[in-house]
Every structure is written in C-alpha cells, then in structure tokens.
C-alpha cells in the first residue's frame, strides 16, 4: 500500500467517514440468516452443477466435450500431430 498509493490518496482515505443510513444490530438471528442463505447457495450450486457421482440438474455443459467429435476429429488429429 505503501509503495503503490500515492500520498494524497492516502491522506484522502485517512479523512474519508462512511455514514450508514440505518445499521442494522448484532443479532443471533441475523447470523442465522446469513449463514441460511449461504448455506442455500451451497446447495443450489451442488444440486445445480453435481457432485462426483451424482449429475446436477444442469445439461448444458455435459458431455461438451464430444458434442463435436465426429467434426473436429480429424483436423484434431492433423493439428496435433506428433
């Protein structure tokens, strides 16, 4: 930080004051809420994309690799040539 910032930025950032509009309190049930959701994005991303397996709900992207085998095949094997 040091090296990079020049030293108004520096000077800048040491007077800046940020003024939340309505803070929210500490609470147990704002942590629980927090973690909830994600522990909900958790799960959607392994129900979405899979787990080792296990196919997830996305189709996309399974088996990408040999949608266009039969095309590519032989210029792969030109182009790679040893």
Not at 27 to 52: C, Q, R, T
């Amino acid at each position: 930080y040091m090296a990079v910032m020049p030293r108004r930025n520096m000077v800048s950032l040491e007077n800046l004051y940020v003024r939340i509009a309505n803070p929210e309190r500490e609470s147990f049930v704002i942590f629980l809420d927090v973690v909830g959701w994600a522990g909900l994005a958790a799960l959607w991303v392994l129900a979405y994309m899979g787990v080792p397996g296990h196919n997830g709900w996305q189709t996309v992207l399974r088996g990408y690799q040999w949608d266009v085998h039969g095309v590519c095949e032989s210029w792969v094997n030109m182009r790679y040539a040893v």
